[in-house]
């Protein structure tokens, strides 16, 4: 057992933060314990995300920021997806980093750090695939109440702008009883929310079939954790457009754990760019499948992601995505400029690339566009009683904080003993995100 001390800086979504929470579970395994910071830890662990080039950039300056005024002898270790794909050149260029491991090996860290702690440098991109040691994994979590549960990993779909096939490899679901295990289990230590991951979770399960040879897909998860008691609310992202069924519509309507919320990345309001994104799915089928989601479920809360700026968007395409933004009426839209990764589709459309100005333009009037959306949509809360599981006090201390069926953070008055409790809380404002609210006395 060791008595080092470690940090973990993780980057990139909600993926991301689970692994880096398995990393931390890991760690401590064999003994060694959370760093208060970054600059007083034995090792930091850069968990890197490759689907935006900034996030990337980030990566490196840290690497030399921590060996500048790390603590003296600090040890790095990079992990994830940009390591994935680019593990052997950081490994060469940068000889500060003592290990380098990739996205589906950190069952192997407790090796690493052996080794490292000896004095060797470790690159290690091994895939290890096992479900079983995956889930048999425990993550140090944050929330005690709120949990994220990893049901897949990987992608198949390659659209054209993404690195994550690459980065993160081809689909894998895991066994539906790990998955039920692991939320009884979490259930048991006092969890009530989960929030269920994975790149394309609509094509969860293809290669399961169940007690009757039939074959076991999302909804049939969906139904079985709905039989599961103690589960208080349960989300899960991230939907693909052209997966999203009419009949997880009609599941979403009927549950009673399944929160009012859902996002799916529309990523461009054009069906050009849509046809060359290779995203599968038309402006229409996408709206065809919302306007049916919103009849079944009238107060369902939408978000997107979507980008500007992809090669040979034209004026007529950037005002589609701005048209779909209004009709949609996204509670939240996550927006972004395309970003080159290299060795995906949309890298050799280099002769149809945006400028740069044009692609900063055209999302920073999307984002001022989607502000007022997202605000004024939040003033339409004014009044709602929204049950609420309180998760954590407010960045004061002197609140508390949780997330509504919408997904909406709320922030409402409230006892510390109010904390992993669901309470009734009146809303009274809202800003774009963020909605402030009164609990009722019960
Ligand atoms: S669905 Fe497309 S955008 Fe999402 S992870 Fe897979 S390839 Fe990337």
Known sequence: MSSKS????????????????????????????????????????????AVRETAERKIYGTIGLIKKYGKSGVKIAVGGCVTQVKGKEIYDRYKQVDIIFGSRNKEMLPQFFESADKGKRILNLDEIVNEDIEYALSAKRDSKYSAFVEIMKGCNNFCSYCIVPYARGREISIPPDNIKDKIVGLIDKGYKEFTLLGQNVNSYGKKFTDDKDRNYRFLDLLNDLE???????????????????????????????????????????SNKILKLMNRG??????????????????????STDMIFGFPSEDERDFLESIDILKKINYQIAFLFQFSVRTGTAAAKMEEKFIDNKTKLERLQYAIDFQNKISYERSKNYIGNIEDLLFYSSDKTGKKLMGRDTHNMIVVADGKKKDIGNIKKVKINDGNSYTLFGSQLNE
């Open 281 to 302: 799915y038309s402006k229409e089928d996408y709206i065809e499948k919302i306007s049916y989601l919103r009849s079944k479920i009238p107060d369902i809360a939408l």
């Open 6 to 49: 470690f940090f973990i800086i993780n980057y990139g979504c909600q993926m991301n933060f689970l692994e880096s929470q398995k990393i931390a579970g890991q760690l401590e395994g064999i003994g060694y314990s959370y760093a208060p910071d970054k600059m007083n830890a034995d090792y930091v662990v850069l968990n890197t995300c």
């Open 227 to 269: 039989g599961i008691n103690g589960i208080y609310r349960l989300r899960f992202i991230t939907s693909h457009p052209k997966d999203f069924s009419f009949e997880l519509a009609d599941l979403m309507a009927t549950s009673n754990i399944i929160a009012h919320s859902l996002h799916l990345p529309i990523q461009s309001g």
